[in-house]
Every structure is written in structure tokens, then in C-alpha cells.
């Protein structure tokens, strides 16, 4: 245990293979073992009342590339999310009659996620960043619903074309630097992009394309929809609550630290696209019929304002944005799942598919509205700090983005709700499957009550999830 | 001052419906539903002990605002939770803990049997905490908190019988509209960050008084006052309120009276000494609150279903209050909140009694008359309200109606005149009321044949309620002595406002002038005469009018309703759009490769993604090859 960080991404790695022979035993073995590891790293971490930074070196290759890993506390906090939601997958896919191989892909993906957390060489960042797409792949274009190979596609090549705008831009941003100081290096803090004068636009920019197109921001944002909605629902448990947040994550590590200047000027078309997101997200949300792609919508406009409050590079804004980014994991996770159990009991989505839910199935009904209520942003729950905070920051900036964020919050509740009235309220109409849902059972409250308990904690008392996260955040602060 | 100095009722205030609430939901709920009350009801009683034990420490002197815990931090910003008990939140905290626990115990006999008792009873008692938090916060994050908790129980109450289509529709609107008004909140919560650094009240009032000119303060007070429009229901936004009737009569009651509608009221109160620093917006508000009382009072005077009647009336009467404000007149608008929670509470549970009576979920005008006789338990409490309501001497509401008059009669001019016609109109719908429900049956009238008076649970609240709402007069000298108090210094360390802070207008009550109270009595002896003449002396009356080009007038609001829906028609269809339009036509089109678009637009990483390899490749390469070309030069 001398390297705990490359046991920390090696872990799940090697559970995907034991899966393959044990399938969901494996699984569930490995994403305890995996959150076990995770929580250690972080005690050690912040052991003594101070947040350290661990690192790992391996040795240098050609070109300069080198197995260079440092986990800080946005790292380990995302890595955390990761371990977690993996865990709150396996738990809530137990029943499902899959084969070994849905279980070895999640926990393929457990492992490229914490790699792309960990990697401070950018050639291995870029490495696990594309390794996340293989499982996905699979898990969307095998284990999807009745359109899943078109969006398995669609979002593969979507976000690979994003990601090769990143690669050239890497590689430019390396060879350049290779120019003016006669050093190969891809190591992340060696890296100096100020010196790069005419080509720093252009790889600034290809970052930010490789970023978007994750995060996602309009107009790069039409993979999710689809994604999200084929996807199984752990599959968009994942999705949602881990790999939307690469691209923040991508912006808060790379391209931030990369480029100050550059960044800040251009907050008025970065934030600007965020804070239509926010908007533009809600009103789409609004039309759709289907519950997961409303969801799905909706998760384009959290992200708006995780990207309104990191832009800001305010404290508060940057602390609040990257908050939201755990909130968004546990709300939208918790509601992705519930609509996957509904599917799985009555194999419909649509809005009108149901109704009288309430009455059928309370305890779905309970955590169903109770996600709606931290999604929307009520304060006491977790997405009320995040926004408010993001919001915050955004408006001691740009003052105008803050104010169209206000405005996609007060949408938030004109597409959640009534999609909340439609299924669990409205009596159910003709030809409706409601009588095909069965409430949940213990395990998937219990999978419920973990997410619950966790958005109430941060809702009520968010002052230590800050303060994690804060110091990793602190060098950003213009 | 420390957290363990906080006295023991303090923290009662939040540990019993906290308590109450978790074991009624994770005890009662599951094994005894029928019982979840009996915690409910006990942690009523243990909050109006704390309330009033508070309002007495603070009467004597002993008010506190002291801050408990850091809500949330990063870098130098930071927002701190606390408790504020000072005399404008205690005062309407004694009020609101008294009329909300008789409605508790209301709601005990009303809501028996029904299927969702259990549920309704959580959800009263959340909604119960939440305006106990908003009262009690000391910042403006904290009082946005408990704002939007009293939003979603109200929510979940008004569509509580979410199997009609109607409540759902008032439940979502009454949700959506509020969340119009939540929009200025938040945004002013977040400028006020902005601008002060700080949200803590009494803190804010000493900067904001500093004397230094702070260029965000007007954008602030305004967008307060739009909050506060949302949730006291002024016009604009305040139709949501005659459709949230929708839920059991004990939530009308309790939103009406205590918990929801008078949180507007009482942000503004607490904002007022940010808002008295704004030219113009003190006027703004009275002017608000003038218009919607008059037009209310107008409308509610052509309503049938008795619960919209009242629904109206109370636009009407947190119209007066606003005007009261407007015109510098806190502890006015604060005496009249007060004495208002009182005889509405009262008015709304003799509804839900003849309701009750009738078997139905609510009565119309056109159900029964002459009730009177059959209920006159109901009967006496309906009247003791009423002539409360209307101004009649020496019940409560003629105090509070005449110091509201009083004071736009001092500042002259179309207020003058709009408070008289207001209080005409009161006396105009509340006798008609009145007349049509209690007195002379008449043929027009369904008849039910047997209504009769309601069982004790259900009779004895509302009694006291209406004793309480005749005798709230005297209850003027202490709410001015509460609201003087909470300009003054705190015994924890915070200066005086008073010395510091130019608050115009005295917050001090008028005292009695017998040239408005001659004139107010008669404005209310004129419309209960109209009353009586238009349902009395000519039965039919309220039968022959209805269907006329005037219904239409009056059902629309004056044509405000037919607005707002056709706004509300165009945000939705602008969703439609932008949901069928244009993201699936346009930017997913685009994507997926619809030539038209691509024509149009031209993006090329639509190209790169419409599916082709080729295409895909050959921007790869040239991509890379203009990369290359440039670095490698």
C-alpha cells in the first residue's frame, strides 16, 4: 500500500475483472472496497485538521509523459461521489437479470472516473478521460432501452469529437511549450501556458470545446438528452451525477489554472452560455413528456450554474459551484433511479404513462417529491446552497448572468412540478400502467434514504462540505 | 450573550414541532395513523406557552438576537443562522402560535375519517413551523429559507385532495406564483450579499443608516416589495390566493390567518428600515396596497362560494396593511395583521362548518340560507367576527381598520378617499355574507335539509377565535410598545435603531380621531345598509345579476386574470418551442444531421458529429493539420 492512489483507480479496475465470475457479488465486494480505500485517502488526507495533498510519482517516458498522480480535496471529493454513486448502482441494479458483464462496466468506469480525478500528467488525464467512454458505450448500447444503439452512438462520437478538439489542444499546448523552453513535459503543474503567445486562443479554446461538450453547455448539449434517456437508470446515475461533472472538473484543473487571463476574458461568452443553459435547459425540461428526458433537461441546467459560480472565480462562487456538483450527483441520481425502478415495473416513462402514484406507491411518491424539492433549489436541502452560492459569485462578476440564473431557478419549479402532479397526482388516465407499479421495497428505500439523508445534511448544515472543498479551490480566486 | 443564555422556550419553539413532526411521521404514521395529531396537538400547546412566556420576556425588556451557527462559508463570505426574538416578531408569533393551534384543534375534528389525515396533519404542523422559522430568523437567508419551506407546505396543502383537477391546478399555481415573487427575494438576498456583505438584519439597518450612499439600495427595495407581493397577494400577483381555497378549510384558515399571507406583510416589516431609505417606495407600497384592497373589496362583494368571499376579503385586508406600511405606519399594519388573524381565522372556520354541515368540501351562497336558526353556535361567531371585520365599535377590528383610515386621512388625497370606499366595501360583503348564508332562506337557495350545528371540536375554537377577534382592541397599546421595541438596541450587543435610524413616520399608533371614526362607522353602516338592501329587502337580487356582461367583468378581476393566463398561455408555449422547436429541430437537428439547419447554421461541430466517419476524419485531420502547421512553423 505504499501507492494509495494507484491502488485507488487499480481497485475497481480489478473488480471489473473479478465480475466477470462473480458478476453482482464482485461488484458489490468491490465498490465497498473501492469506497472503503476512498474513505481512508481522505481521512489520512485530513488527518491533523489540515487538508493535505498526496501525490504519486512514477517514472518519466518519452516526451516527457510520466505517471504523475496528486489527489487534493477536489479530487478525493469527487472520486468520494464516484465510489458512492458506484455503490448506490450496484445496490439499486441487484435485481436486475443482467450478465456479468453490466457489472465489470460499471466497475471499469469507477476506475477511469478516478483516474481522470487523479491524473496530473495530462497525456494520462487524456488517457482515462477516453477510457470512460468504452464502458459507457457499452452500458447505454447493451443495456439500454429501445433506441439505446442510436444514442450509444450518438453520444460516443458527440463526445469523442469533443474530446479531439481536447487532444489537439493538448498537443499543441505540449509541443509549444516543447518550443519556447527546449523541455518535453506534460505534467500539469510544470506546464507553463502564459508564454504561448498566438496558439494560447486556439488551445484554450479546443479545452474549452473538449470540456463543454461534457459539461454539457448549450449548443453542445443534444448527446444528453438522448444518452440519459436509453441509458439504464444506474447507467444514468453515472452519467448525470459523475461524468457530466468531468467537464467542470476538467475547467476547475486544466483550463482554469492553465489560463487566468484568458479565462476571465471570456467570461462574458463562457458565463453567457452557461447562464442561457440555465434558462434554456428549464424551458426544454418544460416540453418534454418523457420523465427521464425532463430530467435529462434539467441536468443541463444545474450544470449552468455549478459553470456560472466556477467561472466566477470567486470563493464563493467557486466553493458553491463545485458543491453543486456533488448535490447534482445525489438529486438527479436519486430521481434517475426512481424512474428506473418505475421502468423497470411497468416498462413506460412517458407522463401520461402514469398517474395516481401517490396513492399506489407513497413511499416513491415521498422520495420522488422530496429529490423534486432539492432539485428546484428549496433552501434546507443541498441545491439551495450550491445555487445560491454560484449565483453569488456570478452576480459579484457579471451581475446580468446572476440574474438570469435567479430566472432559471424560478423555471426550475415550472417544469418539476408538474411533472411531479402528472405521475403521482393526476388519476391515472386510460390505457395508463400505474396498476403495474408496485411500491419499493427495503433495499431500494434504503438506496433512497442514503441519498435523502445526504441532501438534508448538506441542505441544513453545508459549512463542512465547503470547507473540504475550499482550499483545493483557493488558488483559483482572481 | 450565548447560546446557552437562549431561553428555554427558544429553542421549544423548534424542538417541539421538530419532534412532533418526526415522531407523527416515522411513528404514528406507520402504526396509528388516526393518532398522529396527538403529538401535533401537544407540541401546539407547547409552542403558544413558549410564545407567549417569549412575548412577555420581551415585553419586559428582554429581547435577543444572537447568532447560533455558521450556515455556510467560503473565504471572506459567510452567512450565520441565528434567532431573533424582538418585539414585531414576537408579537405576531404570539398571534400566529395561539390562532394557529386553534385551527390545529379544529383541523383534529374537521379533517376525522378522512383518508389522508396522517398526511395532513405533518404537513399543517410543517406548515406551522416554517412561519414560527421565518418569524424568529435573524438574516435574510435564513427568513428565505423558512419563506420557501411556508411556499411548499402551503403546496402540498392546497393540493392536498390532489385527486381534483382544480386543486392540483391552484396548487401548482399558488406554487409558480409564489416562485415569481421568490425570484425578486432571492435576487434582492443575493444583492444585499452583494452590497453589504452581510444579510443580518439588525446589522444591515445600521449599515444601510450609516449614512453612506449605497447605489443598490432601490433596486433592492424593490425587489422586496415584489416578494412581498407574491406572498401577501397584492396585485400584481396576487391572484393565486382566491384559488388556493382549493384545500381543506383548515389550511385557508391557518394560510389566511397566521401562516402564509402575513409573511409578506412581515418582510416588509422587517426590511423597513432598508425600504424607508428608498425615495418613492414607501408611496409605491401604499399605493399597491390601496388599489388591491379597494378592487378586492369590490370583487369579493360578487362572489358566491363563501370560502372565495373570504379569499378576497383577505386581498382586501393585506391591502390595508400594505397601505399602513406605505404610510409609515408599521406598527398600524402590524396591530391590523394581528386583529386580521383573529376574525379570519374565525370567518374561514364557520365556512368550514356550514360546509361541514352540508357534507360537502365547501358551501356556496346559493347551497342554504337562513342558518341562523340551525347553527347558532356558528352563527354568533360568524357575526362576532363579521361585525369585527367590518368595524364595528368596540370589536378589534374597529380599532385596527380606524388607525389604518386615520392614517391615509392624514396623508389626504385619493388614499383618503380609496380607505373609506374600502371600508365600505368590507361592510358590503361580509353583511351580504352574512345576510345570505344566516338569514331568510330564500327560493333561489338549494335548501339542504338538514344542517345542523357542528360537534364541540369543531364549535369551540372557532368561538374563541371570535371572542379573541372582538376583543383584539386591546391588544393596540402592547403591539406599539412591541414594534418601538424593535427599532431598540438588544441587550446582545446591537446598537439602537432609534438613535441611528430616521425612520419616517411614527411608528407609533394615531391615537383616536373621532372625525375618521365617525366617518369610517358610517362608510361601514353605508355598506352593510347596501347589503341589506340588495339581499334583504329585494331577495333575489344576487340571483338576477349573475350571467351579465358585469360577472364577466368581476370573474376576470377586472380582466387581470384573462392577462395573466394569456401570459402564462405564452411561457409555456415559448417551453413548446424551445423544448419541439428548436432544440430538437434546431440544435439537435443540426446534429443529427437536418440538412436545413446545417445550411443554415453552419457549425461545423455539427458536421463532426453528424455520424459520418469520413466527414468526422477529415475534420480530424484538418484540424490537426492546421495545429501542426502553426506550432511547428
Known amino acids: 500500500m505504499n501507492a494509495p492512489l494507484t491502488m485507488l483507480w487499480l481497485t475497481p479496475l480489478a473488480g471489473a475483472a473479478v465480475c466477470a465470475f462473480l458478476a453482482r457479488y464482485g461488484a458489490l465486494f468491490f465498490s465497498m472496497l473501492f469506497a472503503g480505500l476512498v474513505a481512508g485517502v481522505a481521512c489520512g488526507q485530513s ?10 510519482l512514477g517514472p518519466v517516458w518519452a516526451y516527457g509523459i510520466s505517471y504523475r498522480l496528486s489527489a487534493d480535496s477536489l479530487s478525493i471529493g469527487l472520486i468520494a461521489l464516484t465510489a458512492f454513486l458506484n455503490l448506490i448502482c450496484v445496490a439499486a441494479s441487484w435485481e436486475l437479470e443482467v450478465p456479468a458483464g453490466y457489472w465489470a462496466c460499471f466497475m471499469a468506469l469507477a476506475s477511469a472516473l478516478t483516474g481522470v480525478f487523479l491524473a496530473r500528467d495530462l497525456f494520462f488525464f487524456y488517457v482515462f478521460w477516453e477510457a470512460t467512454l468504452i464502458p459507457m458505450f457499452f452500458i447505454i448500447g447493451l443495456w439500454g432501452s429501445s433506441n439505446r444503439l442510436h444514442a450509444a452512438v450518438k453520444f460516443f462520437l458527440f463526445t469523442f469529437a469533443g474530446s479531439v478538439f481536447m487532444l489537439l489542444a ?121 420523465l427521464k428526458r425532463m430530467i435529462a433537461y434539467s441536468s443541463i441546467a444545474h450544470l449552468g450554474f455549478c459553470l456560472l459560480g466556477v467561472l466566477s472565480r470567486t470563493s464563493q462562487g467557486l466553493t458553491g459551484g463545485t458543491l453543486q456538483l456533488i448535490n447534482h450527483g445525489l438529486t438527479t441520481g436519486a430521481l434517475f433511479l426512481m424512474v428506473g425502478f418505475l421502468y423497470e415495473r411497468a ?132 | 450573550m450565548t447560546a446557552a443564555q437562549v431561553p428555554w422556550a427558544a429553542w421549544l419553539l423548534f424542538a417541539a414541532p421538530v419532534a412532533a413532526i418526526l415522531i407523527g411521521f416515522f411513528g404514528f404514521r406507520r402504526f396509528k395513523p388516526e393518532w398522529t395529531h396527538l403529538p401535533i396537538l401537544a407540541s401546539c400547546a407547547v409552542v403558544t406557552a413558549s410564545a407567549f412566556w417569549l412575548a412577555a420576556h420581551v415585553y419586559t425588556g428582554h429581547s435577543f438576537d444572537l447568532n447560533l451557527f455558521r450556515f455556510a462559508e467560503a473565504g471572506d463570505w459567510a452567512v450565520d443562522f441565528g434567532l431573533r426574538v424582538d418585539g414585531p416578531g414576537v408579537a405576531v408569533l404570539a398571534m400566529v402560535s395561539f390562532v394557529g393551534s386553534l385551527i390545529h384543534l379544529y383541523a383534529a375534528g374537521y379533517m376525522k375519517g378522512d383518508p389522508g389525515f396522517s398526511r395532513f396533519f405533518l404537513v399543517f404542523h410543517l406548515f406551522f413551523l416554517a412561519m414560527i422559522g421565518l418569524l424568529t430568523a435573524n438574516n435574510f437567508v435564513q427568513l428565505y429559507l423558512f419563506w420557501e419551506l411556508v411556499g411548499v407546505a402551503s403546496y402540498l396543502l392546497v393540493g392536498y385532495w390532489f385527486h381534483k383537477e382544480t386543486a392540483r391546478k391552484a396548487a401548482l399555481k399558488a406554487f409558480l406564483t409564489n416562485r415569481v415573487g421568490d425570484f425578486g427575494l ?134 390595508l396593511m ?52 340551525s347553527m347558532r353556535l356558528t352563527y354568533l361567531s360568524f357575526l362576532l367576527a363579521a361585525l369585527s371585520l367590518a368595524g364595528v365599535f368596540p370589536l378589534g377590528g374597529f380599532f385596527s381598520k380606524d388607525a389604518i383610515l386615520d392614517a391615509a386621512w392624514h396623508h389626504g388625497g385619493a388614499l383618503a378617499v380609496m380607505g373609506m370606499l374600502v371600508a365600505a366595501g368590507s361592510a358590503f360583503y361580509i353583511f351580504r355574507m352574512l345576510f345570505l348564508a344566516f338569514y331568510g332562506a330564500r327560493p333561489e337557495q338549494k335548501q339542504a335539509p338538514h344542517a345542523h350545528e357542528a ?152 458536421r463532426s458529429a453528424q455520424g459520418r466517419i469520413n466527414d468526422y476524419l477529415w475534420w480530424m485531420l484538418a484540424g490537426t493539420a492546421i495545429l501542426l502547421l502553426r506550432v511547428l512553423r
Open chain 2, 455 to 606: 360537534e364541540p371540536i369543531l364549535g369551540v375554537p372557532v368561538l374563541f377565535l371570535a371572542l379573541g377577534a372582538a376583543a383584539a382592541g386591546l391588544l393596540k397599546e402592547p403591539v406599539e410598545r412591541f414594534v418601538l421595541m424593535g427599532w431598540r438596541g438588544m441587550p446582545s450587543g446591537l446598537a439602537g435603531l432609534d438613535l441611528v435610524l430616521n425612520l419616517p413616520g411614527e411608528p407609533v399608533l394615531p391615537h383616536l380621531n373621532m372625525t375618521v371614526a365617525v366617518l369610517g362607522t358610517a362608510m361601514a353602516a353605508l355598506g352593510a345598509f347596501a347589503a341589506w338592501r340588495l339581499t334583504m329587502s329585494d331577495p333575489g337580487f344576487d340571483w338576477r345579476w349573475r350571467g351579465g356582461a358585469a360577472e364577466a367583468v368581476f370573474e376576470s378581476d377586472f380582466g387581470w386574470k384573462t392577462l395573466v393566463d394569456a401570459f402564462v398561455r405564452g411561457v409555456s408555449r415559448l417551453a413548446g418551442f424551445t423544448g419541439r422547436v428548436l432544440d430538437k429541430g434546431g440544435v439537435d437537428g443540426a446534429v443529427e444531421g437536418s440538412a436545413g439547419f446545417v445550411r443554415a447554421a453552419g457549425a461545423a461541430i455539427a
Open chain 1, 47 to 56: 488527518s491533523g485538521g489540515v487538508l493535505s495533498v498526496v501525490n504519486e
Open chain 1, 170 to 290: 493538448l498537443l499543441a499546448l505540449v509541443s509549444a511549450h516543447h518550443r519556447i523552453t527546449g523541455v518535453w513535459t506534460w505534467d500539469l503543474a510544470a506546464l507553463d501556458a502564459t508564454t504561448l503567445g498566438p496558439v494560447a486562443p486556439l488551445v484554450f479554446w479546443g479545452l474549452i470545446a473538449g470540456f463543454a461538450v461534457k459539461i454539457p453547455m448549450f449548443p453542445l448539449h443534444t448527446w444528453l438528452p438522448d444518452a440519459h434517456t436509453e441509458a439504464p437508470a444506474a447507467g444514468s446515475v453515472m452519467l448525470a451525477g459523475v461524468m457530466l461533472k468531468m467537464g467542470v472538473y476538467g475547467l476547475l484543473r486544466v483550463a482554469l489554472p492553465l489560463f487566468p487571463t484568458l479565462s476571465f476574458e471570456a467570461l462574458p461568452i463562457l458565463g453567457g452560455l452557461a447562464a442561457f443553459s440555465t434558462i434554456y435547459g428549464a424551458l426544454c425540461a418544460m416540453a418534454q413528456t418523457d
Open chain 1, 347 to 478: 416498462h413506460k416513462r412517458g407522463l401520461s404513462d402514469f398517474g395516481d402514484l401517490a396513492t399506489r406507491a407513497p413511499y416513491l411518491a415521498f422520495f420522488f417529491g422530496f429529490s423534486t424539492l432539492a432539485s428546484i433549489g428549496l433552501p434546507g436541502l443541498n441545491g439551495f446552497v450550491g445555487e445560491f452560492m454560484a449565483l453569488s459569485g456570478a452576480l459579484s462578476v457579471l451581475p446580468i448572468l446572476a440574474f438570469a440564473g435567479v430566472l432559471g431557478v424560478t423555471l426550475a419549479a415550472a417544469y418539476a412540478l408538474p411533472a411531479f402532479q402528472a405521475v403521482f397526482w393526476a388519476p391515472a388516465g386510460p390505457g395508463s400502467v400505474s396498476a403495474k407499479v408496485t411500491d419499493l421495497n427495503r433495499r431500494e428505500r434504503a438506496v433512497l434514504w442514503t441519498l435523502s439523508l445526504l441532501m438534508l445534511w448538506i441542505g441544513l448544515a453545508p459549512r463542512p462540505w465547503l470547507a473540504y472543498f475550499e482550499p483545493a479551490l483557493r488558488g483559483l480566486v482572481r
Open chain 2, 186 to 319: 432571492l435576487l434582492a438576498v443575493l444583492l444585499i450579499v452583494l452590497q453589504f456583505k452581510i444579510t443580518h438584519f439588525h446589522l444591515l439597518y445600521l449599515k444601510a443608516a450609516s449614512g453612506a450612499t449605497f447605489e443598490l439600495l432601490p433596486v433592492i427595495g424593490f425587489l422586496l416589495v415584489w416578494a412581498a407581493c407574491a406572498k401577501s397577494a397584492q396585485f400584481p400577483l396576487y391572484f393565486w390566493l382566491p384559488d388556493a381555497m382549493e384545500g381543506p378549510t383548515p389550511t385557508s384558515a391557518l394560510m389566511h390567518a397566521a401562516t402564509m399571507v402575513t409573511a409578506g406583510v412581515f418582510l416588509l416589516v422587517r426590511s423597513w428600515p432598508l425600504i424607508s431609505l428608498v425615495e418613492g417606495l414607501p408611496h409605491l407600497i401604499a399605493w399597491i396596497g390601496a388599489v388591491t384592497a379597494l378592487g378586492a373589496a369590490v370583487v369579493a362583494g360578487t362572489k358566491k362560494d363563501l370560502k372565495r368571499i373570504l379569499a378576497y376579503s383577505t386581498v382586501s385586508h393585506l391591502g
Open chain 2, 322 to 373: 400594505m397601505l399602513a406600511l406605505g404610510l409609515g405606519q408599521i406598527a398600524t399594519a402590524l396591530f391590523h395583521l394581528i386583529v386580521h388573524g383573529f376574525f379570519k381565522a374565525a370567518l374561514f372556520l364557520c365556512a368550514g362548518n356550514i360546509a361541514h354541515a352540508l357534507h360537502q368540501p365547501t358551501a356556496n351562497v346559493d347551497d342554504v340560507g337562513g342558518l341562523q336558526k
